[in-house]
Protein backbone atom coordinates (compact mmCIF):
# COMPACT_ATOMS: atom_id res chain seq x y z
CA UNK A 1 0.00 0.00 0.00
CA UNK A 2 2.83 2.62 0.82
CA UNK A 3 2.98 2.52 -3.15
CA UNK A 4 0.05 4.14 -3.96
CA UNK A 5 -1.52 7.95 -3.08
CA UNK A 6 -5.48 6.41 -2.78
CA UNK A 7 -6.57 3.82 -0.96
CA UNK A 8 -9.94 4.07 -2.54
CA UNK A 9 -11.25 5.46 -5.32
CA UNK A 10 -14.28 5.55 -7.67
CA UNK A 11 -13.37 5.55 -11.58
CA UNK A 12 -16.30 7.23 -14.05
CA UNK A 13 -16.23 5.31 -17.25
CA UNK A 14 -18.19 6.59 -20.41
CA UNK A 15 -19.98 4.01 -22.36
CA UNK A 16 -17.92 5.44 -25.76
CA UNK A 17 -14.92 4.47 -23.68
CA UNK A 18 -15.81 0.90 -23.91
CA UNK A 19 -16.53 1.52 -27.37
CA UNK A 20 -13.35 2.33 -29.02
CA UNK A 21 -13.16 2.84 -32.31
CA UNK A 22 -16.44 1.10 -33.17
CA UNK A 23 -18.15 4.12 -31.19
CA UNK A 24 -21.57 1.52 -30.83
CA UNK A 25 -21.22 -1.38 -28.28
CA UNK A 26 -18.27 -3.26 -26.93
CA UNK A 27 -14.90 -3.33 -28.17
CA UNK A 28 -13.45 -6.51 -26.08
CA UNK A 29 -10.22 -5.60 -26.87
CA UNK A 30 -10.61 -2.16 -24.82
CA UNK A 31 -12.60 -3.41 -22.34
CA UNK A 32 -10.12 -6.07 -21.39
CA UNK A 33 -6.64 -3.24 -21.67
CA UNK A 34 -9.16 -1.19 -19.32
CA UNK A 35 -9.49 -3.86 -17.50
CA UNK A 36 -6.15 -5.12 -16.86
CA UNK A 37 -4.86 -1.75 -15.55
CA UNK A 38 -7.96 -2.42 -13.01
CA UNK A 39 -6.62 -5.58 -12.23
CA UNK A 40 -3.28 -4.18 -11.53
CA UNK A 41 -4.06 -1.25 -9.15
CA UNK A 42 -6.77 -3.85 -7.39
CA UNK A 43 -3.44 -5.63 -6.48
CA UNK A 44 -2.20 -2.63 -5.36
CA UNK A 45 -4.31 -3.16 -2.50
CA UNK A 46 -6.22 -0.25 -3.46
CA UNK A 47 -10.57 -0.49 -3.15
CA UNK A 48 -11.84 0.25 -6.44
CA UNK A 49 -15.35 0.99 -7.72
CA UNK A 50 -16.55 2.07 -11.01
CA UNK A 51 -19.60 3.89 -12.05
CA UNK A 52 -20.56 3.37 -15.80
CA UNK A 53 -22.79 5.55 -18.83
CA UNK A 54 -24.42 3.55 -21.36
CA UNK A 55 -24.11 6.29 -24.56
CA UNK A 56 -22.47 3.27 -26.63
CA UNK A 57 -25.44 1.77 -26.74
CA UNK A 58 -28.10 4.67 -25.99
CA UNK A 59 -28.04 8.36 -25.79
CA UNK A 60 -31.23 9.73 -25.32
CA UNK A 61 -32.33 12.84 -27.79
CA UNK A 62 -33.82 15.32 -26.09
CA UNK A 63 -36.42 16.69 -27.93
CA UNK A 64 -36.82 14.31 -29.78
CA UNK A 65 -40.64 12.43 -29.67
CA UNK A 66 -40.04 10.08 -26.88
CA UNK A 67 -40.40 11.22 -23.84
CA UNK A 68 -37.49 11.95 -21.65
CA UNK A 69 -37.93 9.54 -18.93
CA UNK A 70 -38.64 6.68 -20.85
CA UNK A 71 -35.01 7.94 -22.67
CA UNK A 72 -33.63 7.84 -19.65
CA UNK A 73 -34.87 4.50 -18.31
CA UNK A 74 -33.37 2.86 -21.71
CA UNK A 75 -30.42 4.66 -21.01
CA UNK A 76 -29.80 3.21 -17.30
CA UNK A 77 -30.52 -0.34 -19.48
CA UNK A 78 -27.56 0.35 -21.20
CA UNK A 79 -25.49 0.92 -18.22
CA UNK A 80 -26.46 -2.69 -16.76
CA UNK A 81 -25.32 -4.24 -19.93
CA UNK A 82 -22.02 -2.25 -19.81
CA UNK A 83 -21.91 -3.25 -16.13
CA UNK A 84 -22.11 -6.41 -16.64
CA UNK A 85 -19.19 -6.76 -19.70
CA UNK A 86 -17.13 -5.25 -17.10
CA UNK A 87 -17.60 -7.52 -14.35
CA UNK A 88 -17.06 -10.39 -17.03
CA UNK A 89 -13.88 -8.99 -18.29
CA UNK A 90 -12.38 -8.35 -14.54
CA UNK A 91 -13.71 -11.83 -13.21
CA UNK A 92 -12.05 -13.40 -16.07
CA UNK A 93 -9.16 -11.96 -14.88
CA UNK A 94 -9.26 -13.34 -11.20
CA UNK A 95 -10.77 -10.13 -9.98
CA UNK A 96 -13.70 -10.38 -7.30
CA UNK A 97 -16.43 -8.56 -8.83
CA UNK A 98 -20.30 -6.91 -7.42
CA UNK A 99 -22.50 -5.70 -10.02
CA UNK A 100 -24.46 -3.25 -8.16
CA UNK A 101 -28.09 -1.52 -9.70
CA UNK A 102 -30.00 1.26 -8.74
CA UNK A 103 -33.21 -0.21 -10.53
CA UNK A 104 -33.78 -3.89 -9.12
CA UNK A 105 -32.70 -6.67 -11.93
CA UNK A 106 -32.29 -9.71 -9.39
CA UNK A 107 -31.00 -12.13 -11.50
CA UNK A 108 -28.40 -10.74 -13.07
CA UNK A 109 -27.06 -8.08 -9.87
CA UNK A 110 -27.76 -7.01 -6.00
CA UNK A 111 -29.70 -3.90 -5.76
CA UNK A 112 -27.40 -1.15 -4.68
CA UNK A 113 -26.90 -0.78 -1.18
CA UNK A 114 -24.59 1.59 0.35
CA UNK A 115 -23.26 -0.62 3.51
CA UNK A 116 -22.80 -3.43 1.31
CA UNK A 117 -20.87 -1.63 -1.06
CA UNK A 118 -18.77 -0.61 1.16
CA UNK A 119 -18.28 -4.47 3.04
CA UNK A 120 -17.62 -5.18 -0.87
CA UNK A 121 -14.76 -3.03 -1.05
CA UNK A 122 -13.51 -3.33 2.10
CA UNK A 123 -12.69 -7.04 1.02
CA UNK A 124 -11.27 -6.55 -2.16
CA UNK A 125 -14.04 -6.53 -4.49
CA UNK A 126 -14.50 -4.59 -7.09
CA UNK A 127 -18.32 -2.62 -6.70
CA UNK A 128 -19.58 -1.92 -10.53
CA UNK A 129 -22.24 0.59 -10.50
CA UNK A 130 -25.07 0.50 -13.26
CA UNK A 131 -28.74 2.32 -13.48
CA UNK A 132 -27.22 5.70 -12.61
CA UNK A 133 -29.45 7.10 -9.43
CA UNK A 134 -31.63 5.04 -10.65
CA UNK A 135 -34.34 8.36 -11.28
CA UNK A 136 -34.28 10.07 -14.61
CA UNK A 137 -32.99 13.08 -15.11
CA UNK A 138 -30.09 12.74 -13.52
CA UNK A 139 -26.96 11.92 -15.47
CA UNK A 140 -24.28 8.89 -14.65
CA UNK A 141 -21.89 11.26 -13.71
CA UNK A 142 -23.97 12.89 -10.96
CA UNK A 143 -24.11 8.89 -10.09
CA UNK A 144 -20.76 8.74 -10.03
CA UNK A 145 -20.70 12.17 -7.33
CA UNK A 146 -23.20 10.75 -5.32
CA UNK A 147 -21.61 7.06 -5.03
CA UNK A 148 -17.92 8.57 -4.37
CA UNK A 149 -19.78 10.58 -1.36
CA UNK A 150 -21.46 7.78 -0.13
CA UNK A 151 -18.45 4.95 -0.21
CA UNK A 152 -15.88 8.08 0.90
CA UNK A 153 -14.30 7.77 -2.03
CA UNK A 154 -10.74 9.30 -1.81
CA UNK A 155 -11.03 10.52 -5.54
CA UNK A 156 -12.79 10.31 -8.14
CA UNK A 157 -10.97 9.42 -11.20
CA UNK A 158 -12.84 10.61 -15.04
CA UNK A 159 -11.80 8.68 -17.57
CA UNK A 160 -12.46 11.10 -21.25
CA UNK A 161 -11.64 10.95 -24.80
CA UNK A 162 -9.60 13.79 -24.27
CA UNK A 163 -6.37 14.32 -21.46
CA UNK A 164 -7.78 16.83 -19.41
CA UNK A 165 -9.73 19.76 -18.96
CA UNK A 166 -9.24 22.52 -21.30
CA UNK A 167 -10.30 26.37 -21.43
CA UNK A 168 -12.33 24.93 -25.00
CA UNK A 169 -12.79 21.89 -26.79
CA UNK A 170 -9.16 21.06 -28.07
CA UNK A 171 -10.93 18.45 -31.36
CA UNK A 172 -12.18 22.02 -32.79
CA UNK A 173 -10.19 25.10 -31.12
CA UNK A 174 -6.57 25.28 -31.65
CA UNK A 175 -6.12 28.00 -29.25
CA UNK A 176 -7.36 25.87 -26.23
CA UNK A 177 -5.26 26.29 -23.12
CA UNK A 178 -5.45 22.42 -21.00
CA UNK A 179 -5.42 23.41 -16.97
CA UNK A 180 -3.42 21.44 -15.08
CA UNK A 181 -5.71 22.26 -11.92
CA UNK A 182 -8.86 24.00 -11.58
CA UNK A 183 -11.71 24.67 -9.24
CA UNK A 184 -15.20 23.46 -8.92
CA UNK A 185 -16.26 26.98 -8.87
CA UNK A 186 -14.20 27.68 -12.40
CA UNK A 187 -15.69 25.15 -13.73
CA UNK A 188 -19.38 26.27 -13.14
CA UNK A 189 -18.27 29.74 -13.79
CA UNK A 190 -16.92 28.95 -17.08
CA UNK A 191 -19.43 26.31 -17.93
CA UNK A 192 -16.31 23.87 -19.48
CA UNK A 193 -18.92 20.92 -19.17
CA UNK A 194 -16.59 18.71 -17.49
CA UNK A 195 -19.36 17.41 -15.85
CA UNK A 196 -23.13 18.65 -15.44
CA UNK A 197 -23.89 21.30 -13.32
CA UNK A 198 -25.76 18.56 -10.41
CA UNK A 199 -22.58 16.14 -10.14
CA UNK A 200 -20.19 19.52 -10.18
CA UNK A 201 -21.91 20.93 -7.21
CA UNK A 202 -21.86 17.57 -5.57
CA UNK A 203 -18.36 17.07 -5.86
CA UNK A 204 -17.74 20.49 -4.67
CA UNK A 205 -20.51 20.26 -1.70
CA UNK A 206 -18.90 17.58 -0.52
CA UNK A 207 -15.32 18.29 -1.09
CA UNK A 208 -14.06 15.22 -3.32
CA UNK A 209 -11.14 15.77 -6.10
CA UNK A 210 -11.56 14.90 -9.42
CA UNK A 211 -8.71 13.67 -11.78
CA UNK A 212 -9.82 13.98 -15.48
CA UNK A 213 -7.49 12.44 -17.38
CA UNK A 214 -7.50 10.60 -21.22
CA UNK A 215 -8.80 6.68 -20.85
CA UNK A 216 -6.78 6.42 -24.50
CA UNK A 217 -3.77 4.61 -22.40
CA UNK A 218 -5.42 2.76 -19.48
CA UNK A 219 -2.15 2.52 -18.30
CA UNK A 220 -2.77 6.14 -16.83
CA UNK A 221 -5.22 4.72 -14.30
CA UNK A 222 -1.89 3.26 -12.75
CA UNK A 223 -0.06 5.81 -12.76
CA UNK A 224 -2.46 8.13 -10.91
CA UNK A 225 -2.97 5.90 -8.22
CA UNK A 226 1.12 5.84 -8.13
CA UNK A 227 0.82 9.67 -7.58
CA UNK A 228 2.26 10.98 -11.19
CA UNK A 229 0.39 14.31 -12.16
CA UNK A 230 -1.67 12.95 -15.14
CA UNK A 231 -4.50 15.19 -15.76
CA UNK A 232 -6.45 17.64 -14.61
CA UNK A 233 -7.40 17.97 -10.97
CA UNK A 234 -10.78 19.57 -9.61
CA UNK A 235 -10.85 20.70 -6.25
Known amino acids: MSKVKYKRILL ?15 DAEIVGNICDKIKEVVDFGVQVSIVVGGGNFWRGRYGSEMERTTSDYMGMLATAMNGLALQDALESRGVYTRLQTAIEMREIAEPYIKRKAIKHLEKGRVVIFACGTGNPYFTTDTAGALRAAETDAEVILLAKTIDGVYSADPKTDKTAVKYDEISYLDILNKDLKVMDSTATSLCR ?27 TIVK
Open 205 to 231: DNNIPLIVFGIDNPENIVRIIKGENIG
Open 12 to 26: KLSGEALAGDKKTGV
